[in-house]
Protein backbone atom coordinates (compact mmCIF):
# COMPACT_ATOMS: atom_id res chain seq x y z
CA UNK A 1 0.00 0.00 0.00
CA UNK A 2 1.57 3.42 -1.01
CA UNK A 3 2.30 5.96 2.16
CA UNK A 4 0.43 8.92 0.69
CA UNK A 5 -2.86 6.29 0.39
CA UNK A 6 -2.55 5.16 4.38
CA UNK A 7 -1.60 8.84 5.35
CA UNK A 8 -5.27 10.33 4.37
CA UNK A 9 -7.52 9.83 7.07
CA UNK A 10 -10.81 7.76 6.77
CA UNK A 11 -11.99 6.35 3.33
CA UNK A 12 -13.13 9.52 1.76
CA UNK A 13 -16.61 9.88 2.59
CA UNK A 14 -16.80 13.34 3.98
CA UNK A 15 -15.23 14.90 0.78
CA UNK A 16 -18.81 14.04 -0.87
CA UNK A 17 -20.40 17.42 -0.30
CA UNK A 18 -17.62 18.15 -2.33
CA UNK A 19 -17.96 16.34 -5.17
CA UNK A 20 -21.51 17.29 -5.36
CA UNK A 21 -20.76 21.10 -5.34
CA UNK A 22 -18.41 20.45 -8.16
CA UNK A 23 -21.56 18.98 -10.17
CA UNK A 24 -23.73 21.53 -8.71
CA UNK A 25 -21.55 24.10 -9.80
CA UNK A 26 -20.98 22.88 -13.37
CA UNK A 27 -24.68 22.31 -14.14
CA UNK A 28 -25.93 25.59 -12.39
CA UNK A 29 -29.46 25.83 -11.33
CA UNK A 30 -32.88 26.38 -12.75
CA UNK A 31 -35.53 28.90 -11.02
CA UNK A 32 -39.01 30.01 -11.91
CA UNK A 33 -40.51 32.99 -10.39
CA UNK A 34 -44.13 34.28 -10.88
CA UNK A 35 -45.30 37.54 -10.13
CA UNK A 36 -49.23 38.33 -9.90
CA UNK A 37 -51.26 41.07 -9.02
CA UNK A 38 -53.14 43.92 -10.66
CA UNK A 39 -51.35 46.04 -13.01
CA UNK A 40 -49.90 48.91 -11.54
CA UNK A 41 -48.45 47.56 -8.34
CA UNK A 42 -44.69 47.62 -9.64
CA UNK A 43 -44.07 43.83 -10.67
CA UNK A 44 -41.78 44.63 -13.32
CA UNK A 45 -40.04 47.31 -11.12
CA UNK A 46 -39.84 44.84 -8.70
CA UNK A 47 -38.30 42.32 -10.71
CA UNK A 48 -35.73 44.28 -11.88
CA UNK A 49 -34.66 45.25 -8.36
CA UNK A 50 -34.63 41.71 -6.99
CA UNK A 51 -31.86 41.02 -9.81
CA UNK A 52 -30.45 43.93 -10.02
CA UNK A 53 -30.89 44.06 -13.66
CA UNK A 54 -32.91 44.81 -16.18
CA UNK A 55 -34.41 41.65 -17.02
CA UNK A 56 -37.91 43.13 -17.96
CA UNK A 57 -38.74 45.96 -19.72
CA UNK A 58 -41.21 48.55 -18.41
CA UNK A 59 -44.74 48.62 -20.47
CA UNK A 60 -45.94 51.63 -22.21
CA UNK A 61 -49.16 52.41 -19.96
CA UNK A 62 -50.75 54.38 -22.64
CA UNK A 63 -51.80 51.49 -24.30
CA UNK A 64 -52.62 49.65 -22.21
CA UNK A 65 -56.28 50.09 -22.06
CA UNK A 66 -56.42 49.39 -25.61
CA UNK A 67 -55.13 46.06 -24.96
CA UNK A 68 -57.97 45.47 -22.57
CA UNK A 69 -60.43 44.59 -25.00
CA UNK A 70 -59.51 41.00 -25.75
CA UNK A 71 -60.85 41.01 -21.73
CA UNK A 72 -58.23 37.82 -21.11
CA UNK A 73 -55.33 37.26 -18.69
CA UNK A 74 -52.42 36.83 -20.94
CA UNK A 75 -49.07 34.48 -19.89
CA UNK A 76 -46.10 36.64 -20.74
CA UNK A 77 -42.17 34.89 -19.67
CA UNK A 78 -39.35 36.39 -19.90
CA UNK A 79 -35.79 33.98 -19.89
CA UNK A 80 -32.46 35.50 -18.54
CA UNK A 81 -29.26 33.71 -17.26
CA UNK A 82 -27.65 34.99 -13.90
CA UNK A 83 -24.11 34.45 -13.28
CA UNK A 84 -22.33 35.78 -10.06
CA UNK A 85 -18.96 33.69 -9.08
CA UNK A 86 -18.53 31.51 -12.08
CA UNK A 87 -22.14 30.37 -11.40
CA UNK A 88 -25.12 30.30 -13.06
CA UNK A 89 -29.00 30.08 -13.04
CA UNK A 90 -31.19 30.08 -15.86
CA UNK A 91 -34.20 32.39 -14.84
CA UNK A 92 -38.03 32.32 -15.78
CA UNK A 93 -40.50 35.12 -15.00
CA UNK A 94 -43.77 34.54 -15.91
CA UNK A 95 -45.55 37.96 -15.63
CA UNK A 96 -49.49 38.02 -15.75
CA UNK A 97 -50.99 40.82 -18.01
CA UNK A 98 -54.54 41.68 -17.52
CA UNK A 99 -55.23 40.17 -14.31
CA UNK A 100 -58.03 42.20 -12.04
CA UNK A 101 -58.12 45.05 -14.44
CA UNK A 102 -61.56 44.66 -15.65
CA UNK A 103 -65.05 45.42 -13.69
CA UNK A 104 -66.09 41.94 -14.17
CA UNK A 105 -62.82 39.32 -12.98
CA UNK A 106 -64.94 36.44 -12.43
CA UNK A 107 -63.01 33.47 -13.47
CA UNK A 108 -59.95 36.01 -13.92
CA UNK A 109 -57.55 33.38 -12.53
CA UNK A 110 -58.54 30.50 -14.82
CA UNK A 111 -55.60 30.88 -17.67
CA UNK A 112 -53.21 31.52 -14.89
CA UNK A 113 -54.31 27.98 -12.83
CA UNK A 114 -53.66 26.38 -16.02
CA UNK A 115 -50.36 27.26 -16.59
CA UNK A 116 -49.58 26.04 -13.52
CA UNK A 117 -50.98 22.49 -14.48
CA UNK A 118 -49.79 22.70 -17.71
CA UNK A 119 -46.22 22.58 -16.12
CA UNK A 120 -46.68 19.93 -13.87
CA UNK A 121 -48.56 17.84 -16.80
CA UNK A 122 -45.52 18.28 -18.88
CA UNK A 123 -42.80 17.78 -16.77
CA UNK A 124 -44.88 14.08 -15.95
CA UNK A 125 -45.01 13.51 -19.49
CA UNK A 126 -41.78 14.02 -20.08
CA UNK A 127 -40.50 11.44 -17.12
CA UNK A 128 -42.92 8.78 -18.71
CA UNK A 129 -40.94 8.95 -21.73
CA UNK A 130 -38.36 6.24 -22.72
CA UNK A 131 -35.71 8.65 -23.18
CA UNK A 132 -35.77 11.34 -20.45
CA UNK A 133 -32.85 13.21 -21.54
CA UNK A 134 -33.08 17.15 -21.76
CA UNK A 135 -35.97 17.37 -19.92
CA UNK A 136 -37.86 20.77 -20.23
CA UNK A 137 -38.49 21.57 -16.86
CA UNK A 138 -41.02 25.13 -16.03
CA UNK A 139 -42.56 24.25 -13.03
CA UNK A 140 -42.99 27.27 -11.45
CA UNK A 141 -41.41 27.27 -7.73
CA UNK A 142 -42.48 30.33 -6.44
CA UNK A 143 -45.63 33.01 -6.72
CA UNK A 144 -45.13 36.44 -5.74
CA UNK A 145 -48.45 37.79 -5.42
CA UNK A 146 -49.08 41.23 -5.41
CA UNK A 147 -51.22 43.22 -2.86
CA UNK A 148 -52.68 46.72 -3.43
CA UNK A 149 -51.73 49.03 -0.13
CA UNK A 150 -55.50 49.86 0.74
CA UNK A 151 -55.12 49.60 4.19
CA UNK A 152 -58.27 47.67 4.27
CA UNK A 153 -57.96 44.06 3.86
CA UNK A 154 -57.88 41.44 1.39
CA UNK A 155 -59.81 42.06 -1.43
CA UNK A 156 -62.67 39.06 -2.66
CA UNK A 157 -60.94 38.72 -5.86
CA UNK A 158 -57.36 38.61 -4.19
CA UNK A 159 -58.48 35.56 -1.56
CA UNK A 160 -60.31 33.21 -4.57
CA UNK A 161 -56.78 33.78 -6.34
CA UNK A 162 -54.59 33.46 -3.53
CA UNK A 163 -56.62 29.89 -2.11
CA UNK A 164 -56.20 28.75 -5.70
CA UNK A 165 -52.84 29.53 -5.92
CA UNK A 166 -51.51 28.27 -2.67
CA UNK A 167 -52.59 24.80 -3.30
CA UNK A 168 -50.40 24.66 -6.31
CA UNK A 169 -47.50 27.11 -5.82
CA UNK A 170 -45.28 28.29 -3.20
CA UNK A 171 -47.24 31.50 -2.75
CA UNK A 172 -45.58 34.39 -0.69
CA UNK A 173 -48.38 37.62 -0.24
CA UNK A 174 -46.48 40.59 -1.16
CA UNK A 175 -47.70 44.14 -0.44
CA UNK A 176 -46.50 46.44 -3.18
CA UNK A 177 -45.80 50.35 -2.70
CA UNK A 178 -45.07 50.04 0.93
CA UNK A 179 -43.72 53.53 1.16
CA UNK A 180 -47.64 54.50 0.49
CA UNK A 181 -48.67 53.88 3.63
CA UNK A 182 -46.88 55.10 7.09
CA UNK A 183 -45.80 52.26 9.27
CA UNK A 184 -48.53 51.91 11.51
CA UNK A 185 -51.21 51.95 8.79
CA UNK A 186 -48.58 49.08 7.52
CA UNK A 187 -48.10 47.11 11.02
CA UNK A 188 -52.33 47.24 10.64
CA UNK A 189 -52.42 46.11 7.30
CA UNK A 190 -50.62 42.99 7.60
CA UNK A 191 -52.18 41.89 10.59
CA UNK A 192 -55.59 42.25 8.70
CA UNK A 193 -53.67 40.21 5.56
CA UNK A 194 -52.69 38.12 8.70
CA UNK A 195 -56.35 37.15 9.73
CA UNK A 196 -57.65 36.94 6.28
CA UNK A 197 -55.01 33.98 5.37
CA UNK A 198 -55.68 32.34 8.36
CA UNK A 199 -59.59 32.65 8.78
CA UNK A 200 -59.75 31.56 4.75
CA UNK A 201 -57.38 28.59 5.30
CA UNK A 202 -54.90 30.06 2.50
CA UNK A 203 -51.62 27.93 1.84
CA UNK A 204 -48.90 30.15 1.99
CA UNK A 205 -44.79 29.25 2.05
CA UNK A 206 -43.50 28.39 5.07
CA UNK A 207 -39.82 28.17 5.17
CA UNK A 208 -38.06 26.06 7.59
CA UNK A 209 -37.44 27.37 11.17
CA UNK A 210 -35.52 25.30 13.28
CA UNK A 211 -31.77 24.89 12.71
CA UNK A 212 -29.08 23.64 14.51
CA UNK A 213 -27.77 26.91 14.68
CA UNK A 214 -29.47 29.13 16.78
CA UNK A 215 -28.12 32.05 14.34
CA UNK A 216 -30.44 30.94 11.61
CA UNK A 217 -33.05 29.95 13.67
CA UNK A 218 -33.17 33.48 14.27
CA UNK A 219 -32.90 34.58 10.76
CA UNK A 220 -36.05 32.08 9.85
CA UNK A 221 -37.93 33.46 12.51
CA UNK A 222 -37.54 36.94 11.70
CA UNK A 223 -37.82 36.28 7.78
CA UNK A 224 -41.14 34.67 8.62
CA UNK A 225 -42.39 37.23 11.07
CA UNK A 226 -42.45 39.88 8.21
CA UNK A 227 -44.77 37.45 6.23
CA UNK A 228 -46.30 39.57 4.38
CA UNK A 229 -43.78 41.20 2.80
CA UNK A 230 -43.72 44.96 2.17
CA UNK A 231 -41.55 45.89 -0.22
CA UNK A 232 -40.41 48.83 -2.56
CA UNK A 233 -39.54 48.82 -5.86
CA UNK A 234 -36.24 50.96 -7.26
CA UNK A 235 -33.57 50.57 -9.33
CA UNK A 236 -32.87 54.68 -9.10
CA UNK A 237 -30.00 55.89 -6.99
CA UNK A 238 -30.23 58.65 -5.11
CA UNK A 239 -28.66 60.54 -1.75
CA UNK A 240 -29.93 60.64 1.44
CA UNK A 241 -29.50 62.90 3.73
CA UNK A 242 -26.48 62.03 5.42
CA UNK A 243 -24.87 62.37 2.21
CA UNK A 244 -25.13 58.13 1.39
CA UNK A 245 -26.05 57.08 -2.52
CA UNK A 246 -28.32 54.34 -1.82
CA UNK A 247 -31.11 52.41 -4.37
CA UNK A 248 -34.49 54.27 -3.18
CA UNK A 249 -37.42 56.57 -4.00
CA UNK A 250 -36.76 60.43 -3.30
CA UNK A 251 -39.57 62.41 -1.83
CA UNK A 252 -39.88 65.95 -0.34
CA UNK A 253 -40.24 64.63 3.02
CA UNK A 254 -36.69 61.81 2.99
CA UNK A 255 -35.60 59.06 0.85
CA UNK A 256 -37.53 55.58 0.84
CA UNK A 257 -34.42 52.74 0.73
CA UNK A 258 -35.00 49.43 -0.96
CA UNK A 259 -32.61 47.71 0.79
CA UNK A 260 -33.41 49.18 4.37
CA UNK A 261 -35.29 46.74 7.12
CA UNK A 262 -36.76 50.32 9.03
CA UNK A 263 -38.42 50.92 5.55
CA UNK A 264 -39.43 47.51 4.05
CA UNK A 265 -39.25 43.86 3.87
CA UNK A 266 -37.04 44.00 0.79
CA UNK A 267 -33.99 42.37 1.70
CA UNK A 268 -35.79 39.85 3.84
CA UNK A 269 -37.85 38.48 0.91
CA UNK A 270 -34.53 38.66 -1.39
CA UNK A 271 -32.64 36.09 1.33
CA UNK A 272 -36.24 33.95 1.14
CA UNK A 273 -36.05 33.80 -2.29
CA UNK A 274 -31.97 33.94 -2.93
CA UNK A 275 -29.70 33.73 -0.71
CA UNK A 276 -30.90 31.42 2.02
CA UNK A 277 -34.03 29.27 0.43
CA UNK A 278 -33.92 28.91 -3.03
CA UNK A 279 -33.39 25.45 -2.80
CA UNK A 280 -36.03 24.79 -0.49
CA UNK A 281 -38.06 26.85 -2.86
CA UNK A 282 -37.47 24.17 -5.72
CA UNK A 283 -38.01 21.42 -3.55
CA UNK A 284 -40.88 22.09 -1.49
CA UNK A 285 -42.06 22.42 -5.33
CA UNK A 286 -40.68 18.94 -6.60
CA UNK A 287 -41.69 16.70 -3.23
CA UNK A 288 -44.76 18.75 -2.48
CA UNK A 289 -46.69 20.39 -5.20
CA UNK A 290 -45.35 18.28 -7.84
CA UNK A 291 -45.98 15.08 -6.36
CA UNK A 292 -50.09 16.47 -4.82
CA UNK A 293 -50.72 16.83 -8.56
CA UNK A 294 -49.15 13.59 -9.99
CA UNK A 295 -51.05 11.18 -7.27
CA UNK A 296 -54.34 13.34 -8.12
CA UNK A 297 -54.08 12.91 -11.98
CA UNK A 298 -52.69 8.93 -11.47
CA UNK A 299 -55.45 8.14 -9.22
CA UNK A 300 -58.07 9.41 -11.95
CA UNK A 301 -56.15 8.33 -15.24
CA UNK A 302 -55.01 5.94 -16.99
CA UNK A 303 -51.40 5.56 -18.16
CA UNK A 304 -50.65 7.57 -21.16
CA UNK A 305 -54.35 8.97 -21.07
CA UNK A 306 -54.79 12.73 -22.01
CA UNK A 307 -55.23 15.45 -19.61
CA UNK A 308 -58.94 16.66 -18.98
CA UNK A 309 -59.44 20.34 -19.83
CA UNK A 310 -61.08 21.46 -16.83
CA UNK A 311 -60.51 25.18 -17.67
CA UNK A 312 -61.98 27.51 -20.33
CA UNK A 313 -60.19 30.73 -21.36
CA UNK A 314 -62.69 33.49 -20.82
CA UNK A 315 -61.51 35.29 -24.22
CA UNK A 316 -62.61 32.07 -26.40
CA UNK A 317 -65.82 31.47 -24.21
CA UNK A 318 -66.54 35.10 -25.49
CA UNK A 319 -65.68 34.03 -29.05
CA UNK A 320 -67.65 31.52 -29.05
CA UNK A 321 -70.47 33.42 -27.38
CA UNK A 322 -70.01 36.40 -30.10
CA UNK A 323 -70.21 33.41 -33.18
CA UNK A 324 -72.83 31.82 -31.65
CA UNK A 325 -75.25 35.12 -31.40
CA UNK A 326 -73.53 35.98 -35.22
CA UNK A 327 -74.81 32.93 -36.20
CA UNK A 328 -77.99 33.24 -34.78
CA UNK A 329 -78.46 36.93 -36.30
CA UNK A 330 -77.50 35.75 -39.63
CA UNK A 331 -80.16 32.88 -39.58
CA UNK A 332 -82.87 35.03 -38.16
CA UNK A 333 -81.86 37.60 -40.87
CA UNK A 334 -81.99 34.80 -43.63
CA UNK A 335 -85.24 32.92 -42.20
CA UNK A 336 -86.94 37.21 -42.71
CA UNK A 337 -85.50 37.56 -46.13
CA UNK A 338 -86.82 34.17 -46.91
CA UNK A 339 -90.56 35.33 -45.41
CA UNK A 340 -90.01 38.44 -47.39
CA UNK A 341 -89.36 36.40 -50.71
CA UNK A 342 -91.74 34.04 -49.85
CA UNK A 343 -94.63 36.44 -49.52
CA UNK A 344 -93.56 38.42 -52.39
CA UNK A 345 -93.53 35.08 -54.69
CA UNK A 346 -97.23 34.50 -53.18
CA UNK A 347 -98.19 38.23 -53.88
CA UNK A 348 -97.21 38.10 -57.48
CA UNK A 349 -98.68 34.80 -57.44
CA UNK A 350 -102.14 35.82 -56.87
CA UNK A 351 -101.57 38.71 -58.92
CA UNK A 352 -100.77 36.43 -61.93
CA UNK A 353 -103.76 34.78 -61.07
CA UNK A 354 -105.60 37.95 -60.98
CA UNK A 355 -105.03 38.77 -64.06
CA UNK A 356 -105.24 35.39 -65.58
CA UNK A 357 -108.75 35.13 -64.40
CA UNK A 358 -109.16 39.16 -65.62
CA UNK A 359 -107.54 37.74 -69.62
CA UNK A 360 -109.84 34.33 -69.12
CA UNK A 361 -113.01 36.19 -68.54
CA UNK A 362 -112.09 38.76 -70.91
CA UNK A 363 -111.22 36.19 -73.77
CA UNK A 364 -115.24 34.71 -72.23
CA UNK A 365 -116.87 38.12 -73.12
CA UNK A 366 -115.17 37.73 -76.60
CA UNK A 367 -116.41 34.21 -77.32
CA UNK A 368 -119.86 35.49 -76.33
CA UNK A 369 -119.34 37.99 -78.75
CA UNK A 370 -118.36 36.21 -81.50
CA UNK A 371 -120.74 33.54 -81.01
CA UNK A 372 -123.63 36.01 -80.75
CA UNK A 373 -121.87 37.05 -84.32
CA UNK A 374 -122.17 34.30 -85.85
CA UNK A 375 -125.42 33.95 -84.92
CA UNK A 376 -126.33 37.01 -86.39
CA UNK A 377 -124.51 36.58 -89.73
CA UNK A 378 -126.18 32.66 -89.73
CA UNK A 379 -130.10 34.54 -89.23
CA UNK A 380 -128.79 37.12 -92.31
CA UNK A 381 -128.16 34.06 -94.81
CA UNK A 382 -131.63 31.79 -94.04
CA UNK A 383 -133.17 35.18 -94.28
CA UNK A 384 -131.80 35.58 -98.14
Same mark, same amino acid.
Given at each position: ?????????????????????????????????????????????? !?????????????????????????????????????????? !?????????????? !??????????????????????????????????????????????????????????????????????????????????????????????? !??????????????????????????????????????????????????????????? /????????????????????????????????????????????????????????????????????????????????????? /????????????????????????? /??????????????????
Amino acid at each position: MSPSASSSPGIGIANLPNQRHKIVTQRGANFTLMVCGESGLGKTTF !VNTLFTTGIKEHKNHVKRHSEQLDKTVKIEITKAELEEKLFK !VALTVIDTPGFGDY !VNNRNNWDPIIEFLDDQHESFMRQEQQPTREGKIDMRVHACLYFIRPTGHTLSALDVEVMKRLGSRVNLIPVIAKADTLTPKDLAEFKQKVRDVI !VAQNIHIYSCPIESEEESTTARNQDIMSAMPFAVIGSIDTVNTADGRTVIGREYSWGVA /EVENDEHCDFKKLRSLLIRTHMLDLISTTEETHYETYRQGQMETRKFGDPKVKNYDNPKFREEEDMLRKRFTDQVKSEENRFRQW /EQQLIAERDRLNKDLETQHAQIKSL /ESDLESLYQQQNRGTIRR
